[in-house]
């Protein structure tokens, strides 16, 4: 069974800081995706990053890079320089052949991170 | 292109009552899916399809029927409202397997 762990179900971060939201995952397909995606007070989910299990480098999307350790199965967000739009709930995903819904995503529970000026 | 669109935005039944939720994407995308986001749950899979004419079911299917006559359209219908179903709705479109899923803006229903 494909699983998403977001161990941390809120975050503060000061301005301007760096802050990472974890992610951990639980799959026997080697072959799978990691998407990371932003949730605001509006509730539209928003893409922000993916991660290929094949990549070799950790994707970067702007002030958002994802740590992808393989070994360690997680896949953590990073935020450079935080800003006061960023405050949402931050959920991660994974995409592989064989959960419900074959190439679907399976969601974590999410992390709300606020932005304290 | 007014990308995924779903209506309605909001929407109260009485428990037994019967609806469709509307889905539509102009993107021409193959592959569509219809989440529930429940507090505290994250958004799970209800049914998805992988092009006009076929279906299958996701995580969480039971009282949810869907259709797919057309590559635009994705329609999920509650065949006997329950409270339980008291939820927001996401439909999402993606070009490829395994691709980004483009979400539209949510249908909130409740449920009395």
């Known amino acids: 069974a494909q699983k998403i762990t977001q161990t941390q179900p809120g975050m503060f971060v000061q301005e301007k800081e760096a802050v990472t939201l974890d992610c951990t995952y639980d799959?026997?397909?080697?072959?799978?995706?990691l998407f990371w995606y932003k949730q605001p007070s509006s509730g539209e989910m928003i893409f922000l990053i993916y991660?290929?299990?094949?990549?070799?480098q950790n994707a970067t999307e702007g002030r958002y890079s994802l740590n992808f350790q393989k070994a360690r199965k997680s896949a953590n967000l990073v935020i450079s320089a935080s800003q006061l739009g960023d405050s949402a709930m931050y959920f991660c995903?994974?995409?592989?052949?064989?959960?419900?819904?074959?190439?679907?995503?399976?969601f974590g529970k999410g992390t709300k991170l606020s932005v304290i000026p | 292109n007014a990308g995924v669109t779903q209506t309605p935005k909001f929407q109260v039944l009485k428990t037994g009552q019967s609806m469709t939720l509307q889905c539509a994407q102009d993107?021409?995308?193959?592959?569509m899916s219809w989440y529930r986001q429940d507090p505290g749950m994250g958004l799970r899979l209800i049914h998805y399809?992988?092009?006009?004419?076929?279906?299958d079911q996701g995580e969480v299917p039971n009282g949810y029927n869907v259709s797919r006559s057309t590559t635009e359209d994705f329609p999920l219908r509650l065949l006997s409202a329950a409270p339980s179903q008291t939820s927001v709705y996401f439909c999402?479109?993606?070009?490829?397997?395994?691709?980004?899923?483009?979400f539209g803006p949510g249908t909130r229903l409740t449920v009395t």
């Open positions: 991660q290929g299990s094949y990549d070799q």
């Open positions: 993107m021409n995308h193959e592959y």
């Open positions: 399809s992988v092009g006009a004419g076929i279906t």
């Open positions: 799959t026997s397909d080697p072959s799978y995706g």
């Open positions: 999402a479109s993606s070009a490829y397997r395994g691709g980004e899923q483009y």
């Open positions: 995903a994974m995409r592989s052949v064989s959960g419900a819904g074959s190439y679907q995503l399976t």
